[in-house]
């Protein structure tokens, strides 16, 4: 099988790729419904195999229910010479997302009711929106507020709140089992960069890189409006999330912070394993957080009627950096390193995934000579044959057909790649059988 990612590992164009991609996709006005969610789709669906699913506004959605589709055209607020004081063609943040039309002239009084800014970041827009509470408004920085004294403004919001549909995209790509992996992030965020367009661009990268090799899991990415598509999804597909043998939510994947990985629910999934090796293999500063009901979509796929395996990577999270939800989470602030460097991650995790397995010893009474059955040969010249013959030792005496490789990584404290690398030697030479796929160890 091949399941190497190395490629696209070496590849010193990768980073700039994905930002590059995140250019792109920056000037959107994307919303939790739209033709930004679906201008975003597309663009995706340049790169990858994406099915796009379009849900009918009302559709009932466990408690919930798929909410008006919000368009908007432009924005802006006039001063009294008519003068563009404000306007959406220069930031989309500028519109309180899911505003209702307006245009209208208004007073600086009433106008305050409808006005959010930073007064503790004054040059700074802030990201609002008011999904569920059908309201207007205008997103500015505090000091352009603090400027403006005229006692009437014209306020126009030229967007359109009615039936449509919920918009989101699908890549499954098809293994050599039905199980699967389901890597999910949101699409819902107009001009954010790391909150979160990083997300975008890893899953979509990553779907382009597993999209090339053979994988024994299936590969289901979901781009979906954060929460309602979620719960949208789930309740599309519930019949088949027993399926979902690992998943892992992506965001804020796009500043060089440590990384941040939030356990599961159950705490004690596949997924936590492998993210919890690779992190500490990584050298780089990382933390583990245990599950908590807020954050990202993970909340919905955690939920306790469902409670899938599924973790949540980020680097530093959300609202944990100043920059979240404000004007700052721009194309400066997110750095091709750190995206090349958390795809890295993302891939590592997912070989870990690929190549996690049990075997057992086929002679398991006392140690079988490894020189006589040549597997010394086969490691001379190595610099690191010393690690490389305690690693072989490793794997003989945990394949029990109990212990899965990450086990034995684990309690060895080689990293992965070397135990697995032991393994399929061993199994080369006769020494060891697999015993069966990783599911039947971690579902018990
Ligand atoms: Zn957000």
């Known amino acids: 099988m091949t399941t190497s ?86 930031s989309n943040l500028h519109v309180l997302n899911y505003s209702v039309p307006v245009h209208r002239k208004v007073s600086r009084a009433e106008l ?24 207007w408004g205008f997103c500015i920085s505090h000091r352009l507020w603090e400027g403006m004294d005229e006692a009437e403004y014209e306020v126009c919001i030229d967007s359109s709140l009615a039936a449509g549909f919920l918009t989101y995209g699908e890549c499954f790509l098809r293994g050599e089992t039905d199980e699967e992996v389901l890597l999910s992030c949101h ?84 997924i936590d394993a492998a993210v919890v090796h690779v992190l500490g293999h990584s050298g780089r500063e990382h933390q583990i957080r245990d599950f908590t009901p807020y954050g990202y979509d993970e909340r919905q796929y955690c939920s306790p009627g469902f409670n899938l395996p599924v973790g949540a990577l980020s680097r530093t999270p959300h609202g944990e950096y100043p920059e979240y939800h404000t004007s700052e989470d721009n194309l400066d602030l997110v750095r091709p390193a750190a995206l090349a460097e958390s795809l890295r991650i993302a891939q590592s995790v997912i070989e870990v995934l690929e190549k996690n397995r049990r075997y057992r010893n086929l002679n398991p009474k006392c140690e079988p000579r490894l020189g006589a059955r040549g597997l010394y040969s086969s490691i001379g010249g190595r610099a690191d044959i010393k690690t490389m013959e305690f690693a072989l030792l490793w794997v003989l005496n945990y394949s029990d057909g109990r212990h899965t490789l990450l086990d034995i990584a684990e309690r060895s404290g080689y990293p992965f790649g070397r135990i697995s690398e032991a393994a399929e030697l061993l199994a080369g030479h006769g020494l060891l059988e697999e015993c069966c796929l990783e599911k039947e160890v971690t579902s018990t």
């Open 5 to 90: 990612l190395a490629d696209d590992r070496e590849s010193p164009e990768i980073g700039r790729a994905m930002h590059g991609f995140i250019t792109d996709l920056y000037p959107i006005c994307r919303s939790i419904t739209g033709e930004g969610v679906r201008e975003t789709l597309r663009k995706i669906g340049a790169r990858i195999p994406l099915e796009i699913v379009e849900v009918p506004t009302g559709t009932a959605v466990f408690d919930w229910s798929i909410p008006k589709e919000w368009n908007i055209r432009d924005a802006y607020i006039k001063n009294g010479r008519g003068e563009r004081i404000v306007d959406f063609r220069n």
């Open 187 to 270: 699409i819902c965020h107009p001009s954010l960069c790391n909150d979160n367009l990083s997300g975008v661009a890893l899953a979509t990268f990553l779907a382009e890189a597993l999209g090339r090799i053979r994988t024994r899991y299936s590969y289901r990415f979901l781009f979906i409006p954060g929460t309602i598509g979620a719960i949208a999804w789930l309740h599309r597909n519930e019949a088949g999330v027993g399926r979902i043998r690992h998943g892992l939510v992506i965001a804020c994947v796009g500043v060089p912070g440590p990384f941040t990985y939030k356990k599961s629910r159950r705490g004690n999934s596949g």
């Open 112 to 135: 305050s009711e409808h006005v959010f800014t930073l007064p503790d970041r004054p040059e700074w827009i802030p990201y609002r929106t008011s999904y569920y509470k059908e309201n």
